[in-house]
Every structure is written in C-alpha cells, then in structure tokens.
C-alpha cells in the first residue's frame, strides 16, 4: 500500500481518493507498531469519531477487523471494550 497526498494505492494497484480525515486513520492503522489502532489513540489525532470514519472506509473498500478490548485513555485509565481497528487490505 501507498499513501500519498489524498490517495492511498493498493497493492493491486488500485486507487481510492479519501479525505484527509480518512487518510489520517489509514496512516494511522499503516504506522502502528501492533499493527491496531484504538479509539483513543484516534482521538489523539485529531479524529473524534472513529467508527464512523471506519465505517465510511469500509464502504469505500477497506477491510477492517473490529476487536473490542480493555485500553488506556490519555489520562491513564484503563477502559474495557474498546474498540481496536486494524486495517487488513481493501477490495
């Protein structure tokens, strides 16, 4: 996968324009170093709503695996079932 300016290209060679709201959860999920993004770690840059910005990924062609587990807020408290999102490929 490539992620330029507002396009990410896949590795089928494929090309889907996002907004840069969308671009910046993709960069997220590509640059984490387990592979997972969570809610507040979306929150941290800036995007308030990751479900939704997830969901608006999938339908543009994302595949995205949910899995729901405890995490740390930036206060350090941990909270159960938060949402872990990471990004397996597009179709």
Known sequence: MNIEKNKVTTSDGRTVYLTS?????????????????????????????????????????????????????SLGNLHNQIAHYQLVGWI
């Open 21 to 73: 709201l969308q671009l910046s959860v993709v960069k997220a999920m590509d640059c984490s170093l387990s592979g997972t993004v969570n809610t507040f770690e979306l929150r941290n840059v800036g995007i308030a709503s990751g479900s939704q910005t997830i969901s608006v990924l999938k339908a543009r062609g994302a595949l995205v695996t949910t899995i729901y587990k405890p995490a740390f807020d």
